[in-house]
C-alpha cells in the first residue's frame, strides 16, 4: 500500500499541475496563453488526465475520490490488481488523492509565481485552483456535478470491461467531451480531490490579492462527484455483465 499511496500521489500531483496549469496559462496576466478560451482549458485538463493515469498506473490510477467511490459502489473486489476494497485500502487512496491535489496545485503556483503576483481581480486567482458556479444556486449546481461525474464514472466502468482495453487516452478524451459539454454552469470539477486540494492550497498560499478562497460552495464540487460517482458504480452493478 506504500507503492500505492505514492503513485496515486504522484498521478494526482501529476493531474493538477497541468490542470491548474492550463488554467493558469489561459486567464492569468502577461502569460503566453492568456485569453486561449474554454477549449484549451478542456484540452489541458484532458492531458492532465492522459498524463496522470500513467503516472499512477502501479494503484490502477484513480487519481479521483469519486473514482474510488465508484469502483466500491459497483461491487468491485478489488480497487486495482492485487488490491482488495478494504476500508484501509480505500481510506489509502482518498488520503493520497488529497495530498497530489494539494502538490500539484502548489507546483503550478511556483510555476507561475510572477503572474500571480500581477494584479487581477480575486476571482481570477481562485479561478486558477478551484472551481465555481457561473450562476449560483447551490442545488442545480449540485446537479451538474453530479451528472458529469456520473458520466465519467459510468463511461471508465465501460472503459474497463472492453475487449480493447481502451487506455488512458480514451479517458482523457472523455474529460475535454465533459468539460466541453457539461463544463459550463460550474467548471466541471468531477473530482473531489481536484477542488478541494488546490483549494486548500489557495487558502495558504500568500498569493497577493487573492481574497477568499469561497468556503461557502467548496462543499458542492466534493458532495456532488462522490454521489455521482457512487451512483455509477450501483448502476454498472445492476446492469453491467
Same mark, same amino acid.
Given at each position: 500500500?506504500? +507503492?500505492?499511496?505514492?503513485?496515486?500521489?504522484? #498521478?494526482?500531483?501529476?493531474?493538477?499541475?497541468?490542470?491548474?496549469?492550463? %488554467?493558469?496559462? /489561459?486567464?492569468?496576466?502577461?502569460?503566453?496563453?492568456?485569453?486561449?478560451?474554454?477549449?484549451?482549458?478542456?484540452?489541458?485538463?484532458?492531458? !492532465? &488526465?492522459?498524463?496522470?493515469?500513467? %503516472?499512477?498506473?502501479?494503484? #490502477?490510477a484513480h487519481i479521483n475520490p469519486a473514482v474510488t467511490f465508484g469502483i466500491w459502489a459497483s461491487g468491485?473486489?478489488?480497487?486495482?490488481?492485487?488490491?482488495?476494497?478494504?476500508?484501509?485500502?480505500?481510506? +489509502?487512496?482518498?488520503?493520497?488523492?488529497?495530498?497530489?491535489?494539494?502538490?500539484?496545485?502548489?507546483? /503550478?503556483?511556483?510555476?507561475?509565481?510572477?503572474?500571480?503576483?500581477?494584479? /487581477?481581480?480575486?476571482?481570477?486567482?481562485?479561478?486558477?485552483?478551484?472551481?465555481?458556479?457561473?450562476?449560483?444556486?447551490?442545488?442545480?449546481?449540485? &446537479?451538474?456535478? %453530479?451528472? !458529469?461525474?456520473?458520466?465519467?464514472?459510468?463511461?471508465?466502468?465501460?472503459?474497463?470491461g472492453t475487449p480493447q482495453e481502451l487506455g488512458p487516452l480514451a479517458v482523457a478524451l472523455l474529460v475535454v467531451g465533459i468539460g466541453a459539454s457539461l463544463g459550463g454552469? +460550474?467548471?466541471? /470539477?468531477?473530482?473531489?480531490?481536484?477542488?478541494?486540494?488546490?483549494?486548500?492550497?489557495?487558502?495558504?498560499?500568500?498569493?497577493?490579492?487573492?481574497?477568499?478562497?469561497?468556503?461557502?460552495?467548496?462543499? %458542492?464540487? &466534493?458532495?456532488?462527484?462522490?454521489?455521482?460517482?457512487?451512483?455509477?458504480?450501483?448502476?454498472?452493478?445492476? &446492469?453491467?455483465?
Open positions: 500500500m506504500a +507503492t500505492v499511496f505514492l503513485s496515486e500521489v504522484m #498521478g494526482t500531483a501529476m493531474l493538477l499541475l497541468l490542470g491548474c496549469g492550463v %488554467v493558469a496559462n /489561459a486567464i492569468l496576466p502577461k502569460t503566453k496563453g492568456f485569453g486561449g478560451g474554454w477549449l484549451l482549458i478542456n484540452f489541458g485538463w484532458g492531458l !492532465g &488526465v492522459f498524463a496522470g493515469v500513467f %503516472v499512477a498506473v502501479q494503484s #490502477g468491485a473486489e478489488e480497487f486495482a490488481s492485487g488490491i482488495p476494497v478494504t476500508f484501509g485500502n480505500f481510506v +489509502t487512496y482518498l488520503v493520497a488523492e488529497l495530498l497530489g491535489a494539494f502538490i500539484g496545485a502548489v507546483l /503550478a503556483w511556483m510555476a507561475y509565481k510572477q503572474h500571480f503576483d500581477q494584479e /487581477a481581480e480575486p476571482a481570477v486567482k481562485l479561478g486558477v485552483f478551484s472551481t465555481g458556479p457561473e450562476i449560483r444556486g447551490y442545488g442545480w449546481n449540485l &446537479v451538474t456535478e %453530479v451528472i !458529469g461525474t456520473f458520466v465519467l464514472m459510468f463511461v471508465i466502468l465501460w472503459f474497463a454552469p +460550474t467548471g466541471y /470539477a468531477i473530482n473531489p480531490a481536484r477542488d478541494l486540494g488546490p483549494r486548500i492550497a489557495h487558502a495558504l498560499l500568500p498569493i497577493p490579492g487573492k481574497g477568499p478562497s469561497d468556503w461557502g460552495y467548496s462543499w %458542492v464540487p &466534493v458532495v456532488g462527484p462522490i454521489a455521482g460517482g457512487v451512483l455509477a458504480g450501483l448502476l454498472y452493478q445492476a &446492469v453491467g455483465i
